[in-house]
């Protein structure tokens, strides 16, 4: 599943795989609201890859600010690709509605299988918690 990681619990990874996917569904609704726009090259996250990156702590990249004033901003440390191959349209848009429907139906999958196993795992606990009262 994931490479180069030892000894993570399934919760960090079950809660890194959701905020993955979540910056994924971004990614993808970005892509499906620019779909008209002439020009615009779609962007795909390389999830397997990000995940890789979050869990090895190169999940985020804090900018650095010149006054004390400034706002912190964190980068997503996340695998992108643009992708031009395919099919372009006259307006030189590489953003198929149909494939992206797809990437968002799958990626919906994922975070409720995501979001599931996570639930299965508080109540497993909640279980633990309940048994060590009597």
Request: no cysteine; charged share 25%; glycine share 6%.
């Given at each position: 599943m994931v490479q180069g990681i030892s000894k993570i619990s399934a919760e960090t990874i079950l809660i890194s795989a959701m905020k993955v996917a979540e910056i994924n569904h971004r990614?993808?609704?970005?892509?499906?609201?620019?779909?008209?726009?002439?020009?615009?090259?779609?962007?795909?996250?390389?999830?397997?890859?990000s995940l890789n990156a979050v869990l090895q702590g190169r999940g985020g990249i804090v900018l650095r600010t010149s006054h004390p004033r400034h706002i912190q901003v964190e980068k997503e440390g996340v695998i992108v690709n643009t992708k031009r191959d395919g099919m372009i349209k006259n307006d030189f848009n590489s953003v198929s509605i149909d494939e992206q429907i797809a990437r968002l139906t799958e990626n919906t999958g994922k975070i409720t299988v995501y979001s599931a196993l996570m639930s299965k795992k508080f109540s497993q606990l909640a279980t633990i918690i309940n048994d060590l009262k009597r």
């Amino acid at each position: 599943m994931v490479q180069g990681i030892s000894k993570i619990s399934a919760e960090t990874i079950l809660i890194s795989a959701m905020k993955v996917a979540e910056i994924n569904h971004r990614y993808i609704a970005n892509n499906i609201t620019n779909a008209d726009t002439p020009g615009y090259t779609q962007k795909e996250l390389d999830f397997q890859k990000s995940l890789n990156a979050v869990l090895q702590g190169r999940g985020g990249i804090v900018l650095r600010t010149s006054h004390p004033r400034h706002i912190q901003v964190e980068k997503e440390g996340v695998i992108v690709n643009t992708k031009r191959d395919g099919m372009i349209k006259n307006d030189f848009n590489s953003v198929s509605i149909d494939e992206q429907i797809a990437r968002l139906t799958e990626n919906t999958g994922k975070i409720t299988v995501y979001s599931a196993l996570m639930s299965k795992k508080f109540s497993q606990l909640a279980t633990i918690i309940n048994d060590l009262k009597r």
